[in-house]
């Protein structure tokens, strides 16, 4: 790989951490990731930390093992998310939110990421579900 200017910006730091949580949530070690996309384990480490860029290419690589679009990857909203965020809140959603006010920043962030986590769970069972119907459908 090659060495990337080091950079500590906010959007460096941002896909370094996300490239991290994905890979822990898909339970892949740096050593196993970073065999698989061709660089070594030590760039990797540095790329999780926001140290070094991510090239396009092994950000495809990524993607491409980790089964995800970019548009996944980045945060776009999909239809069905604006869709719903533009709806009045439930009086759950109204409980959520009030008890979500009342954690700190770190339990906000972790809240976060286990919501995060849930809504692309949900979302890779939906399209393993959609994909065996469609098979189904045409076998």
Do not use: C, W
Not at 21 to 50: M, V
Not at 70 to 77: A, L, V
Not at 96 to 117: N, Y
């Amino acid at each position: 790989m090659d060495r990337q200017i080091r950079s500590t910006s906010p959007k460096t730091t941002n896909v370094g951490a996300k490239l991290r949580r994905l890979r822990r949530e898909r339970r892949f070690t740096q050593a196993e990731l970073a065999r698989q996309i061709g660089i070594q384990q030590s760039d990797l480490s540095r790329i999780e930390k926001g140290e070094y860029r991510i090239s396009l290419d092994n950000l495809f690589k990524v993607l491409g093992i980790f089964e995800i679009k970019m548009s996944e990857f980045f945060g776009e909203p999909a239809a069905a998310s604006v869709a719903a965020a533009s709806r009045p809140l439930a009086q759950e959603d109204m409980q959520i939110l009030h008890l979500l006010r009342q954690l700190g920043p770190q339990g906000r962030r972790e809240v976060m990421e286990f919501l995060e986590f849930k809504v692309r769970r949900e979302m890779t069972e939906r399209r393993a579900h959609e994909s065996r119907r469609s098979e189904s459908e045409t076998g």
